[in-house]
């Protein structure tokens, strides 16, 4: 006698219910992540039916592209199936460099950036991080991109940061990390878009911060949650 069948209308939510229940376990954010994500994994390979809702979960929150292995994997599995890039909602690229890797470990760059932006076309939070400089042919090829991000992320203030901040005129959100040189004047233009929220990531104290902390909050347009 077989036992009591769960109808299948349930299973997507059931999937997410998992999915979302190991990220409140108040557990380190990385480990969070890796069991999170190998659930979803072997969702994704229980059966056909399964599969879409798993990715749907698996590709929507893309944290911390730090190598161009693991960016160039990325972009190839999103290049097998255009539908998984319609996924991402958040993305981490980062060129950090780690001491427990191997040696002239090849880091992400900003090419493979924007060719991973190129096949996540509704993708809402961009956390960029690079040591070299965009080129004017990098913003031409961003600014091509039919991209509405409303959150916008520097983990490290770049002498790019005007520049890089009107390229999206949906952003709502932004959070900024504090750097040792200080930014260029704001632009006389005020930026195409207007900011809810400004967060400034920083371990300074509030004296020091309001003498580091040069972005001019007249051009970001800010409504509230500035500051001081």
């Not at 380190?28 to 190998?38: E, G, K, L, M, S």
């Not at 690079?130 to 991209?147: E, H, N, V």
Request: contains cysteine.
């Amino acid at each position: 006698m077989s036992g009591p069948v769960v109808p299948f209308e349930l299973h997507p939510g059931i999937i997410e219910w998992v999915y979302r229940s190991h990220w409140h376990q108040g557990l380190h954010r990385d480990y969070v992540a890796r069991c999170a994500y190998a659930t979803l994994s072997a969702c994704s390979l229980v059966c056909k039916a399964w599969r879409p809702v798993a990715q749907c979960l698996l590709f929507r929150r893309i944290p911390r592209l730090l190598t161009a292995y693991q960016a160039l994997r990325f972009i190839a599995s999103l290049r097998s199936n255009q539908r998984l890039g319609t996924h991402v909602r958040s993305l981490q690229i980062l060129e950090l460099t780690r001491t427990d890797w191997p040696k002239r470990t090849p880091l992400v760059n900003i090419e493979h950036a924007i060719s991973i932006l190129e096949l996540c076309p509704q993708v809402l939070d961009i956390c960029l991080l690079f040591s070299a400089k965009f080129t004017s042919y990098d913003f031409f090829r961003i600014r091509s991109l039919d991209l509405h991000p409303t959150r916008l992320q520097f983990l490290i203030m770049t002498p790019q940061f005007y520049e890089i901040a009107s390229l999206w005129p949906t952003v709502r959100f932004m959070t900024c990390g504090e750097d040792d040189d200080p930014l260029p004047s704001a632009p006389t233009q005020p930026a195409p878009f207007t900011l809810e929220s400004l967060q400034v990531v920083t371990s300074l104290p509030q004296a020091d911060l309001r003498r580091t902390m040069t972005v001019d909050r007249s051009y970001l347009g800010l409504r509230r949650n500035a500051p001081p």
